[in-house]
C-alpha cells in the first residue's frame, strides 16, 4: 500500500540543508554535492568531483566550486528556479571563506595547479586501470573518466581566465577520455562496451548470440547524414527511424538481450560453443509478446502488421525489429501501459511503416519511399504520439476532480482503452488527427480553457463513456449477478408457495393445485428479466453515443421480449386454471371467459425456458463454449450476440470439465443445505403462527391509525417476514465458511499441512529431510529418474535415507542447510551455541566414514550412552538393546570414536607410540567386527577416560603452545586408563616401549636429550590450523559436553516455526528444481512513497507520553532476540552500543528489522539474490570445491571477484542473469535534493546490497531557452539508479564518499501520478524490470532465506498446465502475518488474515477457480501482463483497491490464477484499532467501488452459474452481506417499535407468532453468529488446527474469546457496513495511510469520537433508543429465555459500538489521561472552524468535512438520504400517544401539539442566539432578565405538567426519548439540503443545534469511561489484555520510572 496517494499529498515543502564549511571540515560532504536545486541539476557532477579532490588538492576542490557557481548563474541567471537564489548565496559564502585559505596554501597561479594536478590524476587513475577486466575496476575506471571529463572543464574554464594555453600532452589526455566517457556509460547488468566482453557475464554464450544477432543492420536503410557508431545494433536504427530516447534504447536493450538469453539458456540447454541464436528461443518469446496484438487484430478484423520476409537469413533480423519496436514503444508510452489496447492501435500502424520501410515501398501520394509518420528527430515519438494520448488522460483525470466528480463525467484509464476495443478507432488515423473524437472535451471543458482564443463551438463531441457507466446505486448488486438473486427470489416463491398450501410437506408439490402454484414462479422469473432489462437501458443509458447499433439494438430487443413475457405468462396462466381466484379472474374477464386449458401455460413456459436449455448444455460442454465465444464465424457470433454482447474480453474464460464438476459439486451440496435449512427451520414454522395472524381482526390501536379498516394486519406480517427473508438472502454467507471450513481442511490435509508442527516432529522426521532436500532443491541429473506423482504419492512421501557414499548429496544439503542456520543467527533468532548446535560440519571429512547429524539431535547421547555403559556390567545384549533403539545416539557414538581415532593420529608423530595406539584401535575395531566388546572390555572405567577425552579437546579448542605439556600428561593418562583398566590382556607393543625401557642395563644417568620422550614428538599447536579442522573440534567437544539434552533448540518461536514449515514444506508436492542456468528468470518490485526506510537513534529512543520508547518496546517484545543482538555485537549492555558508530548502526538496523520498514524489505528480498548464488554454487561446483564448501567460496570471494573465469564471478553473473530487483522510490529524487535522512537511508541499501536498483520519478525544473522571459517549466524524468563504486580521496584509501549514479533517464511527457499513486508508480518502474516472472511486493512485506531456495520451484509452476485448459498467469504465494506478536488486536487481525491467505485462497483457487489477486506476494507471468495493461489498475477512486483489479483483468483476459502452499513471504498488518479501522474502511470503500466496476460486472455475466456465486460470495458479497446483517437488526427492531407503538402487540399478545416465535429466533441467531466473527473465525480454527494442532486451535480459541474478540469483530462489522454502504450511495472513497508504526501510544477521545462517531457511534444510540423503548413499553413475552439471548445479543452490539474504542485503547482508563482528553474535547468541540482550520482542530471543520460526501452525491443519494432520515420521526408519532396523560386519547391533534412544541422550543433557541448576537452589548441587563423570565417559565409549564396531569418520570424519559430522533432526523435532512438552508439563512441554527447534539452524545460516552477509570484495576486489566506478559509488566514498571521522573522534574523547579 506504500503510495496510493502520489497525487493527494503536495510534496512538502523542499528544506534546503545549505552547510557552511571550511575548507578543511569535511563534516557532512556525503550529501553535499546532492543537495542541488533541481533547475541546477547539471552542476552536481562539478560538486562531486570538488569533494573528491578536496582532500588532496583543497585549491583545485575551491576552482570546481567556483567554476560550478559560474556555470549555475550561466543555466539560470534570473534565479527563477525554486530555491535557486539561496544556494547561489550559500555557495558564494563558501567561497569567499574558501579563497582566503586555499589562496594562502598554494604554490603556483590557478592554472599551473590545475594543470598539473589533472596530469598527476590522469597518470594514477586512467593509465593505471586502462585494461581492466573485471566488474570492480570497470567502475573504478568509469568513475576515473566521468571525472576527469569534468577537471579539464574546469581546466579550460581557469586557462580562459588567465590566457594560458592548453598544454598539447593535456589535450590529448583529454581526447581520449573524452573517447572513453561515451563508451564508459554507468550500465544495469550487461555492460555492453568493447573493453568489458571478458566479464563473466559477457561470456555467456546465449548473451554473445543474443548481442551478435542484434548487432546485424544488414540491409537496413539509414536515414541521410546518418554518423556510424561502433557496435550499431537494430535497436539504434529504430531509434533513427522513429526518433525514440536514447536511455529508452538502451534500457530496452538489455531488456531484450536478457529475456532472448534467457528463455535460450532454459530451452535448450547443451551449451554450444558457436554463438548462434536459436530460431525456437526468438519464436517463443514473440509469441507471448504478440499474443494480445495477434487477437486485438482478428477481434478487429484487421490483417496483424507482423510480415515476415520469405528469405531465411533475414526472418531473425525482422523477429528482433518487431519485437524491439514493440518494447520501444512500451518503454516510452509512460501511462499509456495502462492501456494495452491503445500500444496495439500504435504499434499496428508504427509496425506497418516498418515494414514498408524494409520492403523499399513507395508513396503513392510523394512517389518517394514510405518514411514513419512522426519523424526520427530527437524524442518525436514522445512529443508526437505519446504527448497528445497522455493529455487526453490528464485532462480526464483533471475532469475527476481528485475524484470527486461523478464517474459518469469523465473518462477513466477503462474508457480510453475499450475505444480502442472497436472498428472505430482507425476512424483516428495515422498520423492521428488533432479534431478526432477520442481527443474532444465536453462543451464547458472547452469554454474554460483561458489560454485558447474563444473557439466556435460545434455541438459536444465528447464520446462520453465507454461500454459502461459506473453510477452510485445498489441496483449493481442486482444486475451484475442477476442470475443468483432470481435463483434466490423464485426459490423463495416456491418454498412459501409448498409451506402455504397442502400439508406443508415438500411432497405436497406433486399435488395438481399446489404444482400449478408453484410453476407461477415463471411469472416472476419474467417480471424479474424486465427489471433487469430496464437497468440495464438506465444505467447504460450515459454510454449510449459510443455503443454500437448492434449493442442498442440487443438492449431495446431483450426489454421487448421481456415486456411481451410479462404479458403472455400471466394471460396463459389464468386460462390454465380451473376455477380462477382474484387477479387470475380479472385477466381472464378481459381477454373473454373461454374455456381454461392447462397446456397452455406449460407450453409457453417450454418456449419461454428454451434458450435456458440450450446454455445448460453449453454448460456442461466448456469447450463447446469456449470455441463459440471465441469464434469470429458471423452465425455463431449472432447466436452469442443474443446471449451476451461480444466484448473484447471475458471470451472464452470455461474451464475444464474436471473443474467445472468440482466446483459445481461444492455448490450444490451447499445450495441444498441452505435451502433445506431455510424452509424447514425458518420459513414453513413460520406459515402458520401468520395465517393465524391474519385472521385475527384488532379493533383498538394505541396511537392514531390511518388504515383502521386494512385487512390481515399485513404490517405486522411483513414485520415478521422481513427479517426471516433478509437472513434468507444473507445465509449463503454462512454456509460458504462452514463449507469452506470443511473443504478447506480436507485440501489442506492432502496437501500434507502440519506434518511437521513442532521440534519433536522435525526430530523424528530428520533422518529422511537430507533426502527431501536433494528431491526437491536439487536438480536431477540426466541419469536419476524423478519422483512419482499420483494417488500414493499423495499418501505417502518417502525420501531414502541418504548412504554415508552419496557424499556430493550430504555435502549439497550441510551447505543450504547451514546457509539457513547462519540466517537465522544473523536475525538474532538464535544465539551462538544454538547455531553450533543445529550446524552441521560445512567442511565434509572424507576420514569420517557417516552421515554427521546436526549436534542438537545428538546432544547430550554421549553422556547419557556412558551412564549406561558403566552400569551395565556385562549385560552385553541389553545395553546393545538400549543402544539400537535410539538410532541417534548409536550415530553419537560411532562418530566420537571415528573422530577421535582420526585426531589422535593427527597429533601423535613418534613411531612407536603410532605402533601402540593402531594396535589399540585395531583391537577395538576387532571387538567391533565380532561384536563381543562389551564382554572383552571393561566398561566401568569409560567416565575416567571421558574426563581425559574432555580435557584433551579444551586444550585442543585454544590450541597454544603453553598448554604442549599438558597434553602430553592427558595422552599418558588416557593410555593408563585404557591399558590398566578397560583392556584386560596386555598389549605387547606396550611393553618394550615403557619410559625408559632399559632401567636395569645401565647403572649411570642417561643425558636428557637421549632420554626417550613417550608422546614426546606431538604435532601441537596443530598447524596450519584450518577451519575444517577447527569445526571438528568444535563439534567433538559439544558432542562429548553437552549435558541437557538440547530438544529445546531453537527456542525462539519464530525459528521454530519457520524451520517446522520449511522442512514440512519439502515433503510437499512441488515441481522439481531446473538449474540455476536453466530457470525462469524473475524480478521483484517493490514500490515506496515516504514511510520509514530506517529507525533513526532518536526516533527509537524517544518515550512517547507513557514513557515507553520504541527501543524499549521491542526489547520488552523480543527479549530473547535482543540478548542474541548483544551476544552477536559483542555488548553486554545497551550503552556500549552507543560508544561507537558501527555499532549505532547495528541498533539502528535491529529494530527496524522489527518494524515494518524499507529495509527489512529489502533485507528479505535480497535473500533471493543470496539463494541463487548458493544454489549456483552447488550447481557449477566441482566435486573438489563442493566437498570444500560454499562458505570457502564466500570467504575467498574478494581475491575471485578478481577474476572473470572463477566459480564465484560465474555464480554473481548467473544471479544477475536471473534476478532483479527494484525499488520504486517515486520521490528520491526530492528527498535527496532537499537534504532528506530518507535518501540517506536509501543509498545506505543501495551500498550495502550492489544489485539493488532504486527507480524514482525525477522532477527537474528547466530554465526556458528564452531569455527575456522569467519562466520555469517543469519537466519529468523516469530514473534508475544504483550506487556508484565508492569514491577514494585521492592519495588516500579512505573513502570520501558513496553516491549513487544514474543509469537511465527516460523523458515523461509530464506528471506520472495521473490516477492512484501505487499503481502509477509501480506502472513507472515496471520498465526497469528484467525477466519472466515479476513478483510484487509490498513495503510491509519479508522474505526468508529458507524459502527463498524454493523460488526456483515455484517459476516452474508457470510451465505447467494446471487445469488442463491454459497455463498459469499468476501465482498466489501464502503470507505469514508477522506482526500478530504487538498487542491482542493485532494478534486477532494476523489471525483472521492468515485464514484468508492460506484455507481462504486454497478454496478460491482449487476447486472454486475464483482466485484473484490480493495485495502482494503473488508471481505475475511478467510478457503476459506487460502486454495486458500491467500489474495493477490504476483509475482514481474506482480502482481503489488497485490489486485486485490486476486479477480480474488477468481472469477476464483468459488468464488462470493459481496458489501454493510450499512457499510463503511474511507480511505485516496494522496493529492498532484505529489503524485497523482505517484499513477496513479502505478495504469495504474498495469493495463499494468494485461492485460499481465493470470488472465485476463482466464477471458476473460471463463465469457460468456456479463460478458466478463463488465470485459473489467471495468479492462483493462478503460486505453486502455484512451490511445485511445490521439491516436484520434494524427491521427486527423497527418491526417490533411497530406493533408496540401501534398497540398491535398487545392486540396479538395471545398468538403464537408474536409469543414465542421460533423462525424469528433462528434468524436472529444466525446474525449473532455472523456478528460476533463465528464466520471468521470457523476457517481461523481449521487451520490453526491443520498447520498447530487442535489443541491449540481449542486453546487458541478460548484465548481470543477471553480477551474480547468478540467485541472486536462485532465492531468491525460496524466498520465495513457503514463505509461499504456510504460508498454505494455516496461515494467518498478514498485511500486512508494508516501509518505502519506499534501502537502503544494513547488516542485522545476526540480523536476516537472523530473516527467513529458516524460509522459507530449514531448508529449505537439509535439501536440503543430502540431497545429502550423497547423495554419500557413492550410486554410480549419477557420471560422467555430464547428472546433474552436476542436483546442481549443487541444490546452486546450496543454496547460494542458505543464502547469499544475505549476499552482497546492503551491507558484508556486512567484517571490523568481521563483529565487531559476532556479538557482537550472541550477545546475541540468549541473551536469556531474556518479556512484553513484543520478538522483535528475544531469541531466546526469536521463537521463539515464530515458531510462534505453529500455534496457530491448527486440528486438521487440526497433523495435516499432524506427518505433514510424520515425514519426518525415514528419516534415522536408513536410515543406522544403512550404519555400517562395522552393514553386516553388518539386524536390526531396530540401529534399537531407536539410539533407545536418542538418549533416553539426551536424558535426560542434561534432567538436566544440572535438576541446574544445583537443585544447582549447594549441591553446587557434586559437581556439578563429575559433569560431569566424564560428559565422561570420553564420551570413553572414542568411543576404544572407534574401537578395537573400527573407527569411521572416515565413520561420525561418518553419525551425525551420521543423528541431527540425527531430533532436528529430535521438535522440530518438540513444537512442534506445545505445549499436551500444557507439560501434561508438558516445554516448557522442548523450548526448551533448539531453541536448541540454532539455535546450530548460525547456526554453519554465519555461519563462511563470516566467513572470506570475511578477504579484503578480496570486499567490493570485493560492492560494485561492489550498486550502481552512481559511488555504489560515493562509498561507497569516505567509508569513507576515516569512517576518519579516527574516527581523530581516538579521538585527541581520548585527548589528554583
Not at 672 to 684: D, G, M, P, Q, R
Not at 795 to 807: A, I, L, P
Request: hydrophobic share 40%; aromatic share 12%; glycine share 6%.
Amino acid at each position: 500500500m506504500s503510495q496510493r496517494r502520489g497525487s493527494d499529498q503536495q510534496p512538502q515543502p523542499q528544506r534546503r540543508i545549505l552547510r557552511t564549511q571550511t575548507a578543511g571540515n569535511l563534516g557532512e560532504a556525503m550529501m553535499d554535492s546532492e543537495v542541488v536545486p533541481s533547475s541546477l541539476v547539471e552542476i552536481a557532477p562539478i560538486l562531486r568531483v570538488a569533494n573528491e579532490v578536496e582532500a588532496s588538492n583543497p585549491r583545485v576542490a575551491y576552482l570546481c566550486r567556483f567554476y560550478a557557481f559560474e556555470k549555475a548563474h550561466r543555466l539560470d541567471p534570473t534565479s527563477s528556479g525554486r530555491g535557486v537564489r539561496q544556494f547561489k548565496t550559500a555557495l558564494l559564502q563558501r567561497l569567499e571563506r574558501e579563497n582566503e585559505t586555499t589562496l594562502a596554501g598554494r604554490s603556483k597561479s590557478d592554472a599551473r595547479e590545475i594543470q598539473n594536478f589533472y596530469q598527476h590524476y590522469y597518470k594514477k587513475y586512467i593509465q593505471a586501470l586502462q585494461n581492466a577486466a573485471d566488474k570492480a575496476d570497470r567502475a573504478q575506471l568509469t568513475k576515473a573518466y566521468q571525472t576527469a571529463a569534468v577537471l579539464f572543464e574546469v581546466l579550460k574554464a581557469v586557462n580562459q581566465t588567465e590566457a594560458v594555453e592548453v598544454a598539447d600532452e593535456i589535450l590529448e589526455a583529454h581526447t581520449k577520455v573524452a573517447e572513453k566517457t561515451q563508451i564508459y556509460v554507468p550500465y544495469n547488468i550487461l555492460p555492453l562496451d568493447p573493453d568489458s566482453q571478458n566479464q563473466a557475464i559477457m561470456r555467456y554464450p546465449e548473451i554473445q548470440s543474443t548481442v551478435s544477432t542484434l548487432r546485424n543492420t544488414r540491409g537496413l536503410p539509414w536515414p541521410k547524414g546518418h554518423k556510424k557508431k561502433i557496435d550499431e545494433d537494430i535497436l539504434d536504427w529504430l531509434q533513427a527511424m522513429f526518433g525514440f530516447q536514447k536511455d529508452n534504447v538502451a534500457n530496452q536493450r538489455e531488456h531484450l538481450i536478457l529475456l532472448l538469453a534467457n528463455v535460450h539458456l532454459r530451452q535448450f540447454p547443451k551449451p554450444d560453443q558457436q554463438p548462434k541464436l536459436d530460431d525456437r528461443a526468438l519464436t517463443e518469446v514473440m509469441k507471448k509478446l504478440f499474443k494480445n496484438y495477434k487477437k486485438w487484430c482478428k477481434y478487429l478484423g484487421r490483417k496483424s502488421s507482423l510480415w515476415l520476409p520469405t528469405i531465411q537469413q533475414e526472418v531473425q533480423q525482422r523477429k528482433l525489429l518487431y519485437m524491439g519496436l514493440y518494447l520501444l514503444i512500451w518503454g516510452e508510452a509512460a501511462n499509456l501501459r495502462f492501456m494495452p489496447e491503445c500500444l496495439c492501435y500504435i504499434y499496428h500502424h508504427m509496425a506497418f511503416e516498418l515494414y514498408g520501410m524494409l520492403a523499399g515501398n513507395v508513396s503513392p501520394m510523394t512517389g518517394e519511399h514510405i518514411k514513419p509518420a512522426y519523424g526520427g528527430e530527437e524524442e518525436a515519438f514522445l512529443w508526437k504520439v505519446v504527448k497528445p494520448i497522455y493529455d487526453t488522460i490528464a485532462k480526464e483525470a483533471r475532469r475527476s476532480k481528485d475524484g470527486k466528480s461523478k464517474h459518469s463525467q469523465w473518462r477513466n484509464y477503462d474508457d480510453l482503452n475499450e475505444y480502442f476495443w472497436s472498428v472505430d478507432c482507425f476512424r483516428l488515423g495515422w498520423p492521428m488527427r488533432a479534431d478526432a473524437d477520442f481527443f474532444c472535451q465536453p462543451i464547458e471543458e472547452i469554454r474554460v480553457d483561458k489560454d485558447d482564443e474563444k473557439k466556435p463551438v460545434t455541438g459536444d463531441r465528447w464520446i462520453g463513456k465507454i461500454n459502461f457507466v459506473e453510477i452510485r446505486s445498489f441496483c449493481h448488486i442486482f444486475r451484475s449477478f442477476d442470475r443468483m438473486w432470481s435463483f434466490y427470489i423464485l426459490c423463495l416463491q416456491a418454498m412459501i408457495i409448498i409451506g402455504w398450501n397442502g400439508s406443508g410437506k415438500l411432497s405436497s408439490i406433486f399435488d395438481g393445485d399446489v404444482f400449478m402454484k408453484v410453476l407461477s414462479i415463471f411469472i416472476t422469473a419474467a417480471i424479474l428479466k424486465l427489471a433487469q432489462a430496464v437497468v440495464d437501458i438506465v444505467l447504460s443509458w450515459k454510454a449510449r453515443r459510443s455503443m454500437s447499433f448492434y449493442v442498442k439494438l440487443r438492449y431495446i430487443l431483450k426489454a421487448v421480449s421481456a415486456a411481451g413475457w410479462v404479458v403472455i405468462l400471466p394471460i396463459t396462466y389464468a386460462y390454465s386454471l380451473k376455477n380462477p381466484a382474484g387477479f387470475a379472474q380479472t385477466i381472464k374477464s378481459w381477454f373473454g371467459n373461454s374455456p381454461s386449458s392447462p397446456s397452455l401455460f406449460v407450453t409457453a413456459i417450454l418456449v419461454y425456458l428454451a434458450p435456458n436449455m440450450l446454455s445448460v448444455l453449453l454448460f456442461l460442454f466448456p469447450f463447446i463454449r469456449r470455441f463459440l465465444e471465441r469464434s469470429n464465424n458471423k452465425i455463431l457470433m449472432l447466436i452469442m450476440w443474443w446471449s451476451q454482447p461480444r466484448l473484447y474480453v471475458g471470451r472464452g474464460m470455461h474451464e475444464s470439465s474436471i473443474s467445472l464438476f468440482k466446483y459445481t459439486t461444492f455448490w450444490i451440496l451447499l445450495i441444498a443445505s441452505k435451502l433445506a435449512f431455510s424452509y424447514f427451520v425458518e420459513i414453513k414454522p413460520l406459515v402458520g403462527p401468520t395465517k393465524a395472524v391474519m385472521q385475527v381482526h384488532v379493533r383498538t390501536f394505541q396511537w392514531h391509525e390511518f388504515f383502521p379498516q386494512a385487512k390481515n394486519n399485513i404490517g405486522v406480517v411483513i414485520a415478521l417476514w422481513a427479517p426471516i427473508v433478509l437472513v434468507y438472502f444473507m445465509d449463503t454467507q454462512i454456509w460458504y465458511a462452514i463449507f469452506s471450513t470443511i473443504f478447506g481442511g480436507i485440501y489442506g490435509a492432502f496437501r500434507r499441512l502440519g506434518e511437521i508442527r513442532t521440534l519433536g516432529m522435525l526430530r523424528s522426521r530428520f533422518q529422511s529431510l537430507p533426502g527431501a532436500f536433494n528431491a526437491c532443491l536439487i536438480p536431477v541429473e540426466k541419469n536419476e529418474k524423478t519422483k512419482k506423482k499420483g494417488l500414493k504419492a499423495t499418501f505417502s512421501r518417502k525420501f531414502d535415507e541418504v548412504t554415508t557414499n552419496k557424499e556430493k548429496e550430504e555435502a549439497k544439503f550441510a551447505q543450504m542447510w547451514n546457509k539457513i542456520i547462519s540466517s537465522f543467527r544473523e536475525e538474532d533468532l538464535i544465539s551462538n551455541r544454538e547455531m553450533d548446535l543445529l550446524l552441521v560440519p560445512y567442511w565434509a571429512d572424507r576420514d569420517l566414514d557417516l552421515i554427521q547429524w546436526p549436534p542438537f539431535l545428538l546432544a547430550s547421547k554421549i553422556p547419557i550412552a556412558l551412564d549406561m555403559a558403566k552400569d551395565s556390567n556385562g549385560r552385553d545384549r541389553e545395553l546393545k538393546k538400549r543402544l539400537n533403539s535410539d538410532n541417534y545416539m548409536h550415530r553419537a557414538v560411532q562418530e566420537c570414536y571415528a573422530s577421535f581415532k582420526i585426531i589422535i593420529n593427527v597429533l601423535v608423530l613418534g613411531e612407536r607410540e603410532k605402533e601402540v595406539i593402531n594396535e589399540i584401535f585395531s583391537k577395538v575395531d576387532e571387538h567391533i567386527r565380532e561384536d563381543n566388546l562389551l564382554t572383552e572390555l571393561n566398561m566401568s572405567a569409560l567416565p575416567s577416560l571421558y574426563e581425559q577425552c574432555v580435557e584433551l579437546i579444551e586444550c585442543l579448542l585454544v590450541n597454544k603452545k603453553e598448554d604442549k605439556d599438558r597434553v602430553v600428561i592427558v595422552l599418558l593418562n588416557m593410555l593408563e586408563v585404557v591399558t590398566r583398566d578397560i583392556m584386560e590382556d596386555d598389549v605387547p607393543s606396550l611393553l618394550d616401549s615403557s619410559h625408559g625401557g632399559s632401567y636395569g642395563k645401565n647403572e649411570g644417568m642417561t643425558p636428557l636429550d637421549q632420554q626417550f620422550h613417550f608422546f614426546g614428538a606431538l604435532r601441537f599447536p596443530v598447524y596450519p590450523e584450518t577451519e575444517a579442522w577447527k569445526e571438528k573440534i568444535r563439534r567433538l567437544h559439544l558432542l562429548l559436553t553437552v549435558k541437557e539434552s538440547a530438544m529445546d533448540v531453537p527456542s525462539n518461536l519464530e525459528a521454530i516455526r519457520r524451520i517446522s514449515y520449511f522442512s514440512n514444506s519439502l515433503f510437499m508436492d512441488m515441481p522439481s528444481a531446473p538449474k540455476v542456468r536453466n530457470m525462469l528468470s524473475f524480478s521483484v518490485l517493490t514500490p515506496y512513497y515516504s514511510e520509514d526506510v530506517l529507525f533513526s537513534i532518536n526516533g527509537l529512543e524517544k518515550p512517547n507520553e507513557d514513557g515507553v520508547s520504541i527501543l524499549f518496546y521491542l526489547q520488552k517484545i523480543f527479549p530473547d532476540e535482543w540478548m542474541n543482538f548483544l551476544e552477536r555485537v559483542n555488548c553486554s549492555s545497551e550503552e556500549e552500543l552507543r560508544a561507537s558508530e558501527e555499532l549505532e548502526e547495528e541498533l539502528r538496523l535491529w529494530a527496524s528489522y522489527r518494524g515494518q520498514t524499507l529495509t527489512k524489505t529489502v533485507r528479505g528480498m535480497m535473500y533471493y539474490r543470496k539463494a541463487l548464488e548458493l544454489q549456483a554454487f552447488l550447481d557449477m561446483a566441482k566435486d573438489e570445491e563442493l566437498m570444500k564448501g560454499y562458505k570457502a567460496a564466500e570467504l575467498n570471494s574478494e581475491e575471485q571477484s578478481k577474476s572473470e573465469t572463477s566459480l564465484w564471478a560465474q555464480c554473481q553473473a548467473v544471479s544477475d542473469m536471473k534476478f532483479t530487483y527494484v525499488v520504486s522510490c517515486q520521490q528520491y529524487g526530492t528527498h535527496k535534493r532537499s537534504g532528506d535522512a530518507r535518501a540517506k537511508d536509501i543509498l545506505r541499501l543501495m551500498t550495502t546490497y550492489p544489485s539493488l536498483r532504486v527507480a524514482y520519478i525525477d522532477e527537474v525544473e528547466e530554465t526556458s531557452k528564452d531569455k527575456t522571459k522569467k519562466t520555469v517549466q517543469k519537466v519529468y524524468y523516469s530514473a534508475l539508479a544504483k550506487a556508484a563504486a565508492p569514491t577514494k580521496s585521492i592519495d588516500s584509501s579512505e573513502t570520501v564518499q558513496t553516491l549513487d549514479q544514474v543509469i537511465y533517464r527516460i523523458k515523461l511527457p509530464g506528471p506520472a501520478i495521473l490516477g492512484g499513486g501505487k499503481p502509477e508508480n509501480q506502472n513507472h518502474a515496471i520498465i526497469f524490470t528484467r525477466g519472466e516472472g515479476l513478483q510484487t511486493i509490498d513495503m510491509n512485506q519479508d522474505n526468508y532465506m529458507e524459502e527463498s531456495l524454493k523460488m526456483r520451484n515455484l517459476l516452474q509452476e508457470f510451465l505447467k498446465k494446471h487445469d488442463g485448459v491454459r497455463y498459469p498467469t499468476i501465482l498466489g504465494v501464502r503470507e505469514h502475518i508477522f506482526t500478530g506478536s504487538v498487542s491482542s488486536l493485532a494478534w486477532f487481525m494476523s489471525n483472521q488474515e492468515t485464514s484468508f491467505v492460506t484455507i481462504g485462497q486454497r478454496l478460491l483457487a482449487h476447486p472454486l477457480k475464483v482466485r484473484f489477486h490480493y495485495g502482494h506476494p503473488d508471481v505475475f507471468d511478467r510478457l503476459f501482463h506487460l502486454t495486458r495493461g500491467g500489474v495493477s489498475k490504476a483509475s482514481k477512486v474506482i480502482n481503489l483497491s488497485e490489486d485486485i483489479f490486476a486479477g480480474f483483468n488477468s481472469t477476464l483476459r483468459e488468464g488462470n490464477v493459481t496458489h501454493h502452499e510450499y512457499i510463503q513471504v511474511g507480511k505485516g498488518r496494522d496493529v492498532g484499532l484505529n489503524q485497523i479501522s482505517l484499513f477496513e474502511a479502505k478495504i469495504a470503500n474498495g469493495n463499494g467501488e468494485q461492485t460499481l466496476s465493470r470488472d465485476i460486472y463482466r464477471l458476473g455475466h460471463r463465469f457460468d452459474f456456479f463460478r458466478m456465486l463463488s465470485c459473489y460470495v467471495t468479492t462483493i458479497g462478503f460486505y453486502f452481506s455484512t451490511l445485511l446483517t445490521v439491516l436484520t437488526v434494524y427491521m427486527f427492531l423497527y418491526g417490533r417499535l411497530y406493533l408496540i407503538l401501534s398497540g398491535l402487540e398487545k392486540g396479538l399478545s395471545t398468538q403464537q407468532a408474536i409469543r414465542d416465535n421460533k423462525p424469528l429466533q433462528v434468524a436472529l441467531a444466525s446474525q449473532s453468529f455472523v456478528q460476533i466473527g463465528f464466520l471468521m473465525a470457523l476457517p481461523m480454527m481449521m487451520e490453526i488446527g491443520l498447520e498447530r494442532g487442535f489443541r491449540n486451535a481449542l486453546s487458541d480459541f478460548i484465548l481470543m474469546q477471553l480477551q474480547l474478540a468478540a467485541v472486536f469483530f462485532t465492531f468491525s462489522l460496524g466498520t465495513k457496513t457503514h463505509y461499504y454502504g456510504r460508498t454505494l450511495l455516496h461515494g467518498g472513497a478514498e485511500y486512508r495511510g494508516t501509518g505502519r508504526g506499534f501502537v502503544v501510544f494513547h488516542a485522545k477521545f476526540a480523536e476516537n469520537y472523530r473516527l467513529y462517531s458516524r460509522s459507530h457511534f449514531v448508529k449505537g444510540i439509535e439501536l440503543m433508543i430502540l431497545l429502550l423503548v423497547y423495554h419500557l413499553l413492550g410486554n410480549s413475552y419477557r420471560g422467555v429465555v430464547a428472546f433474552l439471548l436476542i436483546t442481549v445479543s443487541i444490546w452486546f452490539m450496543v454496547g460494542t459500538w458505543l464502547f469499544a474504542p475505549f476499552l482497546f485503547n492503551p491507558s484508556g482508563f486512567e484517571w490523568q489521561k481521563i483529565i487531559d482528553d476532556w479538557t482537550d474535547w472541550n477545546k475541540w468541540i468549541s473551536n469556531r472552524g474556518g479556512i484553513g482550520v484543520p478538522p483535528e482542530k475544531s469541531w466546526e471543520s469536521w463537521w463539515e468535512k464530515e458531510q462534505r460526501h453529500l455534496l457530491y452525491s448527486g440528486k438521487r443519494g440526497i433523495i435516499v438520504e432524506i427518505l433514510l432520515s424520515l425514519r426518525f420521526f415514528i419516534y415522536q408519532y408513536g410515543l406522544v400517544y403512550h404519555l400517562s396523560f395522552t393514553k386516553s386519547t388518539q386524536n390526531f391533534l396530540v401529534y399537531g401539539a407536539s410539533w407545536v412544541v418542538i418549533i416553539f422550543v426551536l424558535l426560542l433557541v434561534k432567538g436566544m442566539s440572535v438576541g446574544r448576537r445583537r443585544f447582549s452589548a447594549n441591553f446587557q441587563l434586559l437581556f439578563r432578565m429575559i433569560k431569566g423570565l424564560v428559565f422561570i417559565s420553564f420551570i413553572t409549564i414542568f411543576i404544572i405538567l407534574i401537578a395537573i396531569p400527573h407527569m411521572t418520570f416515565k413520561d420525561i424519559l418518553l419525551c425525551i426519548l420521543a423528541f431527540m430522533p425527531t430533532g436528529w432526523g430535521l438535522l440530518l435532512i438540513a444537512q442534506a439540503c445545505k445549499p436551500l438552508m444557507q439560501r434561508g439563512g438558516i445554516w448557522e441554527s442548523t450548526k448551533t443545534l448539531a453541536r448541540g447534539y454532539e455535546i450530548v452524545m460525547g456526554l453519554l460516552l465519555f461519563t462511563p469511561v470516566a467513572f470506570l477509570a475511578w477504579f484503578p484495576f480496570v486499567s490493570e486489566f485493560q492492560t494485561r489484555m492489550l498486550f502481552n506478559q512481559a511488555f504489560s509488566r515493562g509498561l507497569q514498571i516505567s509508569r513507576i520510572l515516569g512517576g518519579q521522573r516527574k516527581e523530581k522534574d516538579r521538585s527541581s523547579k520548585s527548589k528554583e
